[in-house]
């Protein structure tokens, strides 16, 4: 099973709302990385968080690593179609050999015009 | 141009035969990753080599083998291949295995193993 949970698995809003998506963590998180995948697509950076607090803007996509360093968010203000995608949660898990990133289970963005 | 290539862009292939799937990144990173995509959604970690001449096992390993002969290369291969490996493989890669380094994408591979 996977260790970083994404909620909603889906969702479909109408053009101009604002929506979140959330990445809990069963474990402390020491670095946080949202990707966005247009279908059929690869995978695009948009940020990482580091600091349990920090709050990071990109456009209008604000995401935030809550204080206890368990949970992350991710807000997009007015959507717009462009937004439509798929969002993946990663992080930084310890093995004994190293770091390796894992992901969440995604989130399927849908934005009705 | 820099980045990361996966080699094939899609394939079918017969159940029982033997596949590699290839990727090759030119920015010289150390980390690279083997993930797969089933109904569009979340990756799941296959393997991954945090530098040349070493791998690990993810959360999928069964029925995947890989090798890092190079700190450039990091090819998949499917022994046997099973119709529960249909799936788009992303191959990944980043500066290091340190906490918090932004890792980037190939293209992905689309397999229909039928």
């Known amino acids: 099973s996977q260790e970083l949970e994404q909620s909603p698995q889906s969702l479909i809003v109408q053009e101009g709302k604002n929506l979140t998506i959330n990445c809990t963590s069963s474990k402390t998180l020491y670095g946080l990385y949202w990707y966005k995948q247009k279908y059929g697509e690869g995978l695009i950076f948009l940020m990482m968080?580091?600091?349990?607090?920090e709050e990071k803007s990109h456009e209008k996509i604000t995401a935030k690593l809550d204080e206890k360093k368990q949970q992350s968010s991710l807000h997009i203000t007015a959507s717009q179609p462009s937004h439509a995608g798929i969002y993946l949660c990663g992080a930084d898990k310890a093995d004994d050999a190293g770091n390796m990133l894992t992901f969440g289970g995604g989130t399927r963005l849908m934005v009705k015009p | 141009i820099a980045g990361i290539t996966q080699a094939p862009t899609s394939q079918i292939l017969a159940a029982g035969r033997r596949m590699t799937l290839r990727c090759t990144q030119d920015?010289?990173?150390?980390?690279m990753y083997w993930y797969r995509q089933d109904l569009g959604l979340g990756l799941r970690l296959i393997h991954y080599?945090?530098?040349?001449?070493?791998?690990g096992k993810g959360e999928v390993p069964d029925g995947y083998s890989v090798s890092r002969a190079n700190t450039d290369d990091f090819p998949l291969t499917l022994a046997s291949a099973v119709p529960s490996q249909t799936s788009v493989y992303f191959c990944a890669s980043r500066t290091s295995d340190r906490r918090n380094t932004e890792a980037f994408f190939g293209q992905g591979t689309r397999l229909t193993v039928v």
């Open positions: 920015m010289r990173h150390n980390a």
């Open positions: 080599s945090n530098t040349a001449g070493t791998t």
């Open positions: 968080l580091q600091k349990g607090g």
